[in-house]
């Protein structure tokens, strides 16, 4: 259909994590976990450095990020803390390093509220600056939908905020 913009659909799920204890965020778009998407898309830049240890390793911002990390997602990428300090200005940091640190890895993308959708483009790992994610994305999100899944995450994680601060 002519005129007709394509919406990605984005989840979050809060999961185990798998190499520190503990949970974090994971970002399904389309039904596939981002993580798995930068792997596939990394393992070229790493191999042309010789360096394939490092494609893709990543994990979810850890749990206890959570009300920054949705309130970066919901107000125009505005993180300005760990993205201006680590040299991603007006980023939001979406993923971070496998360990659970947040500056160790981290992968940013700048999050754009506009003209009818969400946009997640100009991806962006600090620590690689010669790597070009200028062919990663963009991902453009319906902002209805986006919405929902940033609240649906909230309402997950709440219950678990509260019975931590009662026990």
Known sequence: MEGRQFHNR?????????????????????????????????VFLAWREANMHQAGRYAGVPEHH??????ALL????????????????KVMVLTCECGEACCWPMFARVTLGNGVVT???????????WDYSRFGPFVF?????RTAIMNLVRTLLPTVQERKSA
């Open 10 to 42: 984005i989840e979050f799920r809060v999961v185990e994590n798998q190499t520190w204890h503990g949970r974090s965020i994971q970002i399904l778009i389309d039904g596939r976990d981002l993580t798995d998407r930068l792997r596939e898309y990394e």
């Open 142 to 146: 319906e902002p209805g939908q986006y």
């Open 75 to 90: 107000v125009q990428g505005n993180q300005e803390g760990i993205g201006s300090l680590l040299g991603a200005p007006g």
């Open 66 to 71: 959570w009300r920054a990390f949705t309130t």
């Open 120 to 130: 997640w483009d100009g991806f962006e790992q600090v620590y690689r600056p010669s």
